[in-house]
């Protein structure tokens, strides 16, 4: 059902950033050095979705419902006590954070499932500013689809100077009208394209609006943490410009989305848009798309209070990022092909939550399940050396293919021109070919696996060995 987000505005309105969506670790400057230790416990909490009766059963946080944003620092210690509170196994991944191979939550590759009331201390120094996002490796189509991702804010060292910052985590949940939940997933999705959600959310609610200073400067963040939607998102023309794409700034510019030229942000990808709303008190800025061919209010900003007057000129530009060039002149190719799978029984994914089916491969093998012991890496990589990664793929579906630990730049592709901005997640389109170019420079086995959940679990998943 289409909401009139005018109605949303009496019924849900507050000022995003700081006061208003629950945020945890904002720092000072002057605790910059300090290291920031947060306990988590993992718990079940219920949620209302739009005019339904609770919805019980959702995975969150500590107390907060939806999950916290998490605000790091780039180059701060943070340490995380993660309590399982839930009956199932879990662990946490850091998505895009190059952080140490042990601390990157990935259930028998990396560390073993944590048991209810177990903890496992998560603590790393964030390398890189930008916008990452939480979620769990180990029962992960179950945990995600009940709610349990979150953005992860890592702040920069200086003050871009923006008036506010806008978290948007759009996740859907697939709901029945009583509240609870229909299955996760149909095999004839998961085969295909993905199993698609029916209520929409943006920080679980449908199409809310925030409010934000008349005139000002806003950082909004687009986080996709659906299982399956590639979200394609537009904006009226206001003054602004795509300043990060997938946690890094951007190199080379990537056009502010139109309806004609809608973003397309798949699952597991990011995007910082710089945007100066209006100056009159009142006027809707809304992030837009087209679903089933339905115009549909995303998220809403809206301004309030007298005009800030501020300029997008204003703006300190990102620093760049640190990260080493891919020598391309001397890198090996290593080719990877993602398609259908041969026949198999359904991925073994142990304490993580078998899946039933195996419908898709790398290099045309299934992968056999997390718990398998003996599965090679899809590709060994020296450690320090350049590396072009050719990927094909060989299916008529859309496929973001992601790599965990490392970060990588578009080449080439074999149908439009891709910007070389660096990135963690790439998507395929049909019958795509991509080149990536990268330095192999985090030593570890990193999960490598398309982010439609419903493909990774059904094999559409590997590891990369960097050694
Ligand atoms: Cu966002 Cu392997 O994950
Ligand atoms: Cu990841
Ligand atoms: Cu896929």
Known sequence: MHKNP????????FVAGAAGLAAVGGVSRSLAQETRTFDFRTRLTSYVFEDRPPTPNLVSLADHAPPPVLRLRKGQKSVINLTN????????HWHGLRIANQMDGVPYLTQMPVAKDE???????????????????????QQIAHGMTGMLIVEEDMDPGFDADVPVNMKDFRLNDDGTFLP???????????????????????????????????????????????????LPPVPGRVIAWNGNPVLEPIAMPTQDAPLWIAPGERADIALRVPESEGTPVAVQ???????????????????????????????????KEPDLANAERKDILFGWSPDGDGTKNGLCGDFGYTFWSIDRKPWPGDAVEGTGPVAHLRLGQSY????????????????????????????????????DTILLLK???????????????????CHVIEHQKSGLAGYIRVS
């Open 85 to 92: 509170g839930l009956d199932d196994y879990t662990t946490i």
């Open 289 to 323: 798309s087209v679903i089933a061919g339905q115009l549909t209010d995303i998220v809403t900003l809206r301004s309030v209070g007298a005009s800030a007057k501020r300029d997008l000129a204003e703006l300190a530009p990102l620093p760049k990022p640190e990260l």
């Open 184 to 234: 996760y997933f149909t095999a004839r999705g998961a085969a295909r394209g993905g199993t698609y959600g029916n209520v929409r959310t943006v920080n679980w609610d449908v199409a809310p609006t925030y409010d934000v200073p008349s005139g000002g400067l806003v950082r909004l963040r687009l986080l996709n943490t659906d299982l399956t939607r590639v979200y394609k998102l537009f």
């Open 6 to 13: 005018q109605l949303r505005l009496t019924r849900r309105s």
């Open 119 to 141: 903890t496992f201390t998560y603590a790393f120094t964030p390398p890189d500013a930008g916008t990452f996002w939480y979620h769990p490796h180990c029962m992960t189509m």
């Open 388 to 423: 072009v990664l050719r990927l094909y793929n060989e299916s008529p579906n859309l496929h973001p293919i992601h790599l965990h630990g490392l970060v990588f730049k578009p080449i080439r592709s074999n149908m439009r021109t891709l910007p070389a901005n660096w990135t």
């Open 431 to 449: 019958d795509e070919v991509i080149d990536l170019g990268l330095v192999a420079d985090n030593p570890g086995d990193w999960a490598f696996h």
